[in-house]
């Protein structure tokens, strides 16, 4: 089967783990600041606290934003589970807004409908890669004291404006994971605009350990000292995950010019095609595309995403709305809320996009996707 997205690792990305492996240091050590140094290079210098995923990131964010019981964060139902799941576990109520027409990212007018003087943070994704208007969004917050997220699992290395994703927001979380636009196998990282704010994340994901003692509400206790201030877990990202981060981070330019040289290539190839629409692009973003998701239109996307599998293509469907997870819909969530999501995840198929992904692969998706809505019996895979 061909997979909807897979990593790229080659020998110096193996290289770079072996050395750590052979030295003094698993987990936190040199490689930690290194790599989180490295991602300031893409985030317009923003600081970043690397975290051992990207729903790790999120429940640091949130809990560096000060999210608690009794507080709102707004987010967009059209992501993972964990952009919502995570304030959850903070306590927070979550509020669904709905995302906007062609790009799917948060929709400014619902965001600023669902802001009160509860919300803490209103967190928008950059769905498929495509950042979401960051500015107008910002006034979308008027009237609370919320900080603005950008969930940008999937949108590293774009630019909005020609600002850096990891600039936009208050604060930005990755996911390194091994389907993104750079991997780690699991990781993910915190960036924020504030210093106190990223020193709150810094802390959260150590247990929330104070080690300066000029902090420390007991600094004469000894050499051994730590206090624990506010509770935190550990979502540390080892050295060992760091340094391939780090190789990574260094063909991250090369991923993103592999990818967009692909979607390039379907755009083309599948202009002319009846039955469905192409992903659009604002005129000011420079998306880092993660996705190429398609809509099949006619209410035929579940027959083409069984027949593209059938022909050993691996398509996939992001995403569920997350207000129709069962958990969700327990806590007394509806359907119908999310028009714009609810009526997008009906038609949405997202296409197999990598870097590695052959040019003669690519046509085979593109002829099982012909062959598909003609309703004829599709190619059998090679
Ligand atoms: C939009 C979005 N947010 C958050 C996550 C969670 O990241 P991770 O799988 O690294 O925990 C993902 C990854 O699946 C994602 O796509």
Redesign the pocket.
Known sequence: MLPYGRQSIVEEDVAAVAEVLRGDWLTTGPQVAAFEDDLAGWTGGVGCAVVS???AA?HTAYAAAGVGPGDEVVVSPM??A??ASTAVALGATVVFADVEEETFTLDPAAAAAAVTSRTKVVSA?DYAGHPADYDALRPALAGSDALLLA?A??SIGARYHDRPVGSLADLTTF???PTKNLTTA?G?AVAATDPAVLERARRFRNHGLVRDRAEQRRPDEGGWHQEVHAFGLNYRLPDVLCALGRSQLRRLGDFLAARERLVRRYDEALADLDGVLLPARRAWARPAWHLYPIRVLDGRRREVYDRMRAAGIGVQVNYLPVHWHPAFADLGYRRGSCPVAETFYAQQLSLPLYPGLADADQDRVVDALTAALRGAPAPSAA
């Open positions: 995923n990207g729903t999120l992501t993972f964990a952009t994704v969930d699992a999937h996911s390194f994971f699991e993910g």
